[in-house]
């Protein structure tokens, strides 16, 4: 019995970090870009370059914010949203790392990762 549970725990462990694994790898391909909600945000601009480059994305915007075509506060909620879902992925990824260390960290890592 105790060994099933050992089991399911462990394959339940390997999907995460296979999970964490493609979300750091999304971050860094343009075409996975959630946040490239507009034709004018550059295709090749990568979830990553959004969340930490703010001119990234007022770049292109600057005529259609002085059309009021845009409220500057869209831009602001995608810069800040990228932003708060990379330090999320983060976290995530630190949890999953600490999930591979002694008992302590362990215990650690599964109750960082799910927050």
């Known amino acids: 019995m105790a060994k099933s549970n050992s089991q399911k725990s462990s394959a339940w462990m390997i999907a995460l970090r296979v999970t964490v694994i ?6 860094v ?19 990553i370059t959004m969340a930490i480059s703010y001119s990234t994305i007022f770049s292109e915007f600057t005529r ?3 059309k009021g ?12 949203s990228s932003l708060l879902v990379c330090i999320n992925i983060v976290v ?3 949890g999953c790392c600490m999930s591979l260390g002694k008992k302590r960290l362990q215990k650690l890592g599964t109750v960082i990762s799910p927050v």
Do not use: C, D, H, Q
């Open 92 to 94: 995530i990824a630190a």
């Open 69 to 80: 075509w845009v409220e500057s506060g869209t831009l602001n909620l995608v810069y800040i």
């Open 22 to 27: 493609l979300l750091i790898v999304s971050t």
């Open 64 to 66: 259609p914010l002085k």
């Open 29 to 47: 391909i343009p075409p996975f870009n959630p946040a490239r909600m507009s034709g004018l945000i550059n295709k090749n601009s990568a979830f």
